[in-house]
């Protein structure tokens, strides 16, 4: 293996090839939206192939059953539609592919290996309506908010599978299943962590200009707290605190002693806090501005998830129906309550 750049190449070294290509662990195939093509690594992973573990459990979850017709959004390498062609048939398979190049090399690929399901070029948030209805939709890309054509495009009593999750952080699969009325809901069936779908991609906006050019602490307010950032780290914890705190974000800010600095943010542009954390330290030093008050937020959804019995995420489900999508524990009729927002 390069260990300079992380390459492995078939044609020099087929055994290390081999061993990397079929370890349980996902292998980014491309970076910055195909932008970089040099050696190495680019700046932000932005196509892969999913560790088997993870392909095998969504197609598990998905049922897939003979004579179904099945809508695919992520192309990708086309491996996940080549399993779904060898189990319903090509002439069963529609994969949708947002990224020109990779739908291209993905479609030689599956010619390659005798199988010709149809694919499509285009926004994979609007499915393909032109083959529908669908007895099965299966994402390949995380959402924040399920678009409403998969619902559209999928039978009655169909199912969707789909990476969900929420501007916080913390993802997870969700198994929906489509009712006659329009609306889908099912639980999570467990953790992942999926690039996002391009058509739901956000642009953070930078720390600096939550301050107003002033230096941080700039006009926040001071305080102590008993919850170290460190008990909301976890990726199931982060999910609960994103189904309560809405539209908000965290970033960590690392120092060399391993103390960093925990900063949270509002999509809108009004508030932020930091909590700082310092090892061997019960009590942390926050700094917060603006209308929300977003760490008092993150540990009121901290207590509650504290107090549910410290849900993970197989307790979760998801409805969605034409007024918005509801979070609920453990049954439908049991939302997760919205802290603020």
């Known amino acids: ?67 179904h017709r099945v809508l695919e959004i992520g192309t990708g390498s086309g491996w996940n539609a080549a399993l779904l062609s060898h189990r319903v048939g090509s002439e069963n398979v529609v994969t949708v592919e947002v990224d020109g190049a990779s739908a291209r090399d993905a479609r030689k690929r599956l010619n390659d290996a005798g199988f010709d399901p149809v694919s499509i070029i285009g926004d994979g948030a609007k499915g393909y309506a032109d083959a529908a209805p669908y007895d099965r939709l299966i994402a390949t890309a995380s959402v924040g908010s399920i678009p409403r054509q998969w619902i559209a495009q999928t039978k009655p009593g169909g199912i969707i599978v789909a990476p969900w999750g929420p501007a916080y952080g913390g993802e997870a699969v969700v198994r929906l299943t489509v009712a006659g009325d329009g609306t889908a809901s099912g639980w999570f069936v467990g953790s992942s962590a999926f690039m996002r779908l391009r058509a739901q991609r956000v642009q953070r906006t930078p720390v600096r200009e939550y301050l107003g050019g ?112 509801t979070i609920w524990l453990d049954a439908p009729g049991n939302p997760v309550p919205r802290v603020s927002g």
């Open 1 to 67: 293996m390069n260990r300079q750049d992380d390459r492995v190449i078939r044609s020099e070294d087929p055994e290390t090839w081999r061993a990397a290509f079929y370890r349980d662990a996902p292998i980014t195939t491309q970076w910055d939206d195909g932008t970089y093509t040099g050696p190495g690594k680019g700046k932000i992973p932005s196509s892969s192939n999913s560790m088997p573990t993870m392909v095998f459990s969504m197609l598990d979850a998905l049922n897939v059953q003979q004579g």
């Open 214 to 325: 002033r230096k941080w602490p700039a006009d926040g307010i001071r305080s102590m707290t008993n919850l170290s950032p460190d008990a909301v780290g976890d990726w199931h914890i982060m999910f609960a605190v994103g189904a309560q705190v809405p539209e908000a974000f965290p970033w960590m800010e690392p120092y060399d002693d391993g103390s960093y600095t925990l900063w949270l943010r509002d999509t809108a542009v009004t508030s932020w806090a930091t909590t700082d954390y310092e090892q061997d330290r019960e009590e942390f030093e926050v700094y917060q501005s603006g209308p929300r008050r977003l760490w008092d937020e993150v540990e009121t959804a901290y207590q509650w998830w504290d107090a549910q019995g410290r849900p993970r995420f197989d307790r979760f489900g998801l409805t969605v129906t034409g007024e918005g999508e």
